[in-house]
């Protein structure tokens, strides 16, 4: 099946440093790919729609100053948490959906990126 | 808005006992319905899907879920669990399949031996 990397897989950074996680597609292209963060014990939360050639779409209360998101080409969004604080801590997941019928619709998830802000 | 409530925070069962996870969901049609798992600081394996047609969904790994539009439930189930199903399991929904999903809040799954 479809596979979708994220690099790095750790990282911990001093605060207010920016990081920046890569989401990569790595056989098939998308268009558009998803941004979610995950807080331990607790489910995925959506934070952003990256759209390859246009802004991303942030969900309500996310700050797009803080969390840059770049659809750079049609296998690759980055995340950049810019200026982090430790309640920035979290695990970060992208996603990206194939296309096609609906019947074959699915959206591939990424392995995540455990960042801790020290 | 679409929602998903999964109402058992925590399931134990016994290896080789039957599982049912529980999961509702509120939208206003007929939306795309997802299982997924997850293990310990991994990212998501999706186990089953339901756009339309047969309501009972056959999924990877022995699962099966039923979707029910009368209890806008989409339960999941697997007749017999093995040690290595102990993970957190998400339900979730989306409006277009491709697009944005909206997830429960997850079933912790603890498999005794």
């Known amino acids: 099946g479809a596979v979708v990397s994220q690099h790095p897989s750790r990282v911990i950074c001093k605060s207010g440093t920016s990081v920046k996680i890569e989401c990569r597609s790595l056989d098939f292209q998308a268009t558009t790919m998803f941004w979610y963060r995950q807080f331990p014990k607790q489910s995925l939360m959506l934070m952003a729609t990256s759209n390859e050639g246009s802004k991303a779409t942030y969900e309500q209360g996310v700050e797009k100053d803080k969390f840059l998101i770049n659809h750079a080409s049609l296998t690759l969004s980055t995340l950049t948490v810019t200026s982090a604080h430790p309640e920035d801590s979290s695990f970060y997941i992208c996603?990206?959906?194939?296309?096609?019928?609906?019947?074959?619709?699915?959206?591939?998830f990424g392995p995540g990126t455990r960042l801790t802000v020290t | 808005a679409q929602s998903v409530t999964q109402p058992d925070i925590h399931i134990t069962v016994s290896e080789g006992a039957s599982l049912e996870l529980r999961c509702n969901y509120s939208?206003?049609?007929?939306?795309?319905l997802f299982w997924y798992v997850q293990s310990p600081g991994q990212g998501l394996q999706l186990l089953l899907k339901y756009f339309s047609g047969d309501t009972l969904v056959q999924g990877i790994k022995g699962f099966e879920a039923e979707f029910k539009r009368s209890q806008s439930s989409f339960n999941l189930r697997k007749p017999s669990v093995h040690w290595s199903d102990a993970a957190e399991y998400f339900c979730a929904v989306s409006p277009t399949g491709a697009g944005k999903s909206t997830f429960g809040d997850g079933t912790t799954l603890t498999v005794k031996p």
């Open positions: 939208y206003g049609a007929t939306p795309y």
């Open positions: 996603s990206a959906p194939t296309s096609g019928r609906p019947s074959s619709y699915e959206q591939y």
